[in-house]
């Protein structure tokens, strides 16, 4: 049996095996008719659709993402995520192949669930979602041992994202190249290191904490002070490192490489420089 879509080369196939498949093909129709020049129709096998999870707080997001999917015949969006805490029911209820996770919704400095859930709900993998370039770079390698096959930029076209589903389905890694090729000049590392150099721990802790996005009052009660010490903290970290405002200077906390860790990993570290 063959149905023939009006307007479009597609046919649905039925044979003598029990297999769905599709024909499709890019056609362009004029006022002569079908393009003889078209590229020739592809055949996909819908037993082999990729179940995928989308995990990311903004609905909008979220959206967006999805309709990218949907318009692919190998790829089925069979669920999304906007917390954290949603991973584990989701993922034991609908098993998808890939999930989509962007890293908003990971722990500061950690990567959450991913691992546990991977192992526990394997072949499910992850494909993460970064707009830091200088987050993953030197982690690529470390990431797949985790449940981690691909890391892209939010920057990246769709295709890439598509492209990462269909290799980590497949369990083949699949990294943007720009994470691949980032180096961070080491003369940057050099003045950003000498910079924090002008903080005392206090203020490199006050910094952490702000660098996380946390208001003076937040920090405070991190760090048992007055509202008021953090902000005279606050106010000479941006007169020391020469910022204009907060915003500045969590970005320096980030490029300098001291907003990356956990906070066991960041007071260890601290400790050790004391």
């Known amino acids: 049996m063959t149905i023939i879509f009006k307007g479009s080369r597609r046919r649905l196939v039925a044979g003598a095996a029990?297999?769905?498949?599709?024909?499709?093909?890019?056609?362009?129709?004029?006022?002569?008719?079908?393009?003889?020049?078209?590229?020739?129709?592809?055949?996909?096998?819908?037993?082999?659709?990729?179940?995928v999870v989308i995990a990311n707080r903004h609905r909008l997001y979220r959206e967006c993402i999805?309709?990218?999917?949907?318009?692919?015949?190998?790829?089925?969006?069979?669920?999304?995520?906007?917390?954290?805490?949603?991973?584990?029911?989701?993922?034991?209820?609908?098993?998808?192949?890939v999930i989509v996770y962007d890293d908003e919704l990971l722990d500061k400095?950690?990567?959450?669930?991913?691992?546990?859930?991977?192992?526990?709900?394997?072949?499910?993998?992850?494909?993460?979602?970064?707009?830091?370039?200088?987050?993953?770079?030197?982690r690529l390698q470390n990431l797949r041992k985790l449940g981690i096959y691909g890391c892209i930029l939010k920057s990246s076209k769709a295709?890439?994202?598509?492209?990462?589903?269909?290799?980590?389905?497949?369990?083949?890694?699949?990294?943007?190249?720009?994470?691949?090729?980032?180096?961070?000049?080491?003369?940057?590392?050099?003045?950003?290191?000498?910079?924090?150099?002008?903080?005392t721990p206090r203020e490199k802790e006050v910094l952490y904490w702000l660098s996380q996005g946390f208001s003076n009052q937040n920090i405070a009660q991190i760090m048992f002070l007055s509202e008021k010490t953090v902000k005279n903290h606050v106010s000479r970290i941006l007169k020391k490192l020469d910022f204009p405002d907060r915003t500045q200077a969590a970005v320096f906390a980030w490029k300098a490489g001291l907003a990356q860790y956990s906070p066991d990993q960041f007071y260890e570290i601290l400790g050790k420089t004391q």
């Open 18 to 51: 029990p297999r769905l498949q599709i024909w499709c093909g890019s056609v362009r129709a004029g006022p002569g008719g079908f393009d003889p020049h078209a590229p020739p129709p592809r055949r996909i096998n819908l037993l082999q659709t990729i179940k």
């Open 66 to 97: 999805k309709r990218v999917l949907e318009l692919e015949m190998d790829i089925s969006v069979v669920g999304e995520i906007c917390r954290a805490e949603e991973m584990r029911d989701v993922i034991s209820s609908l098993r998808p192949d």
């Open 109 to 138: 400095g950690s990567i959450g669930p991913i691992p546990e859930l991977s192992k526990e709900f394997a072949p499910f993998r992850c494909v993460l979602l970064t707009s830091k370039e200088n987050n993953y770079h030197d």
């Open 159 to 199: 295709e890439d994202l598509l492209s990462a589903i269909r290799n980590v389905a497949k369990a083949d890694p699949y990294n943007d190249p720009r994470l691949e090729t980032y180096k961070k000049p080491v003369s940057l590392i050099e003045k950003d290191t000498a910079q924090l150099d002008h903080l």
